[in-house]
């Protein structure tokens, strides 16, 4: 069992910058992958970046592609998602995710609850 717990959200003008954070307890997070994904209202949930357990390896939605980072710090057992850029569209409920595997469809078997980002035109 892992427990995930996303910080950071909150309100921005375009053009502004957050930070996600997702702490884990529970089983051994750095064996995990991990995502970030955000669901808009009245649209599916969509991915929008995964790390590798080692963080060696990263993926993005093209969506988000060079304005948003993803990193982890496995000594505190947490990842990141820096965000940069933002546009109105970028405005979801994020969620963090440990991964069951690498690759589309990105399965997750483990989610936090969500933090919102809402970005001001």
């Known amino acids: 069992q892992v427990q995930l717990v996303e910080s950071g959200g909150g309100l921005v003008q375009a053009g502004g910058s957050l930070r996600l954070s997702c702490a884990a307890s529970g089983r051994t997070f750095s064996g995990y992958d991990m995502g970030w994904f955000r669901q808009a209202p009245g649209k599916e949930r969509e991915f929008v970046s995964a790390?590798?357990?080692?963080?060696?390896?990263?993926s993005y939605a093209d969506s988000v592609k060079d304005r948003f980072t993803i990193s982890r710090d496995n000594a505190k057992n947490t990842v990141y998602l820096q965000m940069n850029s933002l546009k109105p569209e970028d405005t979801a409920v994020y969620y963090c995710?440990?991964?069951?595997?690498?690759?589309?469809?990105?399965?997750?078997?483990?989610w936090g609850q969500g933090t919102q980002v809402t970005v001001s035109s």
């Open positions: 995710a440990a991964l069951l595997g690498w690759g589309k469809p990105w399965p997750s078997n483990y």
């Open positions: 790390i590798s357990w080692s963080g060696g390896s990263t």
